[in-house]
């Protein structure tokens, strides 16, 4: 197995891309070569280390021939000028989510990784959190029966963003989940919001993602709410899960419960629902041990790099969360349930 460190250069420091840059930079096979931030005293500040160079400027990235591997953790309106240059010039991307501000962008990027052979991976991070993929494990397993509906909570007070609302800054997330747990094609999508405190830019959205087979995601963003909550509930035929992020250790909850039928002949009862008996067994709390999901999210990036294979959370996906977001802008302004392409 080749061993020789991937070279990387980590783009963004600010409140999330220093998180990203920390566990890039305390990978084992992770060679630091730069932190690029349009803000160098920023950058000069996050420095892991000696030996690692610090610019204001993305082309002396670039033009270091050096450099694999690109992480880009700056607002998203750049990330797909810089996804895309860095995939011109050969590198490997890791790029925060949301992978693009269009789709018209995030097609380009497919069309990129596909001409380059070149990798790219989206900082979908909920795929890669041990609670998440332990219940993920459960929907292969076939331990939840078919999965009908789920839906989710991420709400707090704060961070107000200026460019983007509620839904475009924290459903990234839960619509990868969705995407990810029902296994299914997102093909409508229908949002209500409000904006209280900046004039267009909802802090409060509620959306119901609608998919091929029928199966519904709801989830409901705010950065204006008295509550601090991230938490998914998943409802199965057979069982049901609840995952709640704040929980400091317990984060998945596993229900027995659920609506069965009598396996004898419906017509010996007077009405439907005489043939059905409600379940309510016990509640399991599994023991999960945890990693930072951020760190286990960085080094599935350095893995696919080193062993050229597709990340979980590839162009593809970040073109399908980019669908369900623009069409969901779509919503938000015309009042109506807007069909997602693709
Ligand atoms: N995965 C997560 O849970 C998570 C959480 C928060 C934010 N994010 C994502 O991370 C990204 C950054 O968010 P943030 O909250 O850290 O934003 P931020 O505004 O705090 O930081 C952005 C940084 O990028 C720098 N920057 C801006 N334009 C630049 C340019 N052209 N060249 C170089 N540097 C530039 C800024 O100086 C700043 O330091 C966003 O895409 C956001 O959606 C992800």
């Known amino acids: 197995m080749n061993q020789e460190p991937i070279r990387l250069a980590h783009v963004g420091v600010g409140y999330w891309g220093r998180n990203v840059l920390r566990n890039f930079a305390s990978l084992p096979g992770v060679e630091l070569l730069w932190v690029c931030d349009r803000d160098l005293d920023r950058a000069r500040l996050q420095l892991p280390g000696p030996g690692v160079q610090v610019t204001d400027r993305f082309e002396d990235v670039l033009a270091d021939g050096r450099v694999q591997a690109v992480s880009i953790a700056t ?15 050969g590198r490997d991307v890791f790029v925060e989510k949301p992978m693009t501000l269009t789709v018209e962008e995030a097609l380009r990027l497919v069309e990129l990784v596909e001409r380059t052979g070149r990798i790219l991976m989206v900082g979908h991070l909920l795929l890669y959190h041990p609670a998440f993929v332990y219940a993920e494990s459960l929907i292969e397993r076939g331990e939840l ?31 990868a989940l969705a995407i990810q747990y029902l296994r299914d094609q997102p ?17 409060v959205v509620f959306a119901t993602i609608y998919f091929a087979s029928g199966r519904i995601a709801h989830l409901h963003t705010s950065w204006l709410d008295p509550h601090k909550v991230r938490r998914a509930t998943l409802v199965g035929s057979r069982k049901m899960v609840v995952i709640d992020d704040v929980e400091a250790i317990e984060k998945v909850r596993i229900y027995d419960k659920g609506v069965d039928f009598r396996p004898t ?31 286990l999210e960085c080094e599935h990036f350095i893995g ?27 919503s938000l302004r015309s009042g109506r349930t807007e069909p997602i392409a693709g």
């Open 75 to 89: 607002p998203t309106e750049w990330h797909y000028a810089m996804a895309r240059q860095a995939l011109e010039s």
């Open 145 to 175: 029966g078919q999965v009908y509906y789920l839906y989710t909570t991420r709400v707090n007070l704060g961070i107000v963003r200026r460019h983007e609302n509620a839904f475009q800054s924290l459903a990234p997330h839960d619509i």
């Open 187 to 203: 093909v409508a999508v229908s949002a209500h919001g409000r904006a209280f405190l900046q004039p267009g830019i909802e802090d």
């Open 265 to 295: 002949e419906p017509r010996m009862y007077e009405t439907y629902t005489e043939a059905m008996t409600i379940r309510d067994g016990d509640i399991y709390i599994p023991r999960i041990p945890m990693q930072e999901p951020l760190r």
């Open 304 to 330: 696919c790099v080193r062993e050229r294979r597709q990340p979980k959370s590839d162009v593809h996906n970040g073109l399908q969360v980019v669908r369900v977001l623009e069409a969901a802008q779509r």
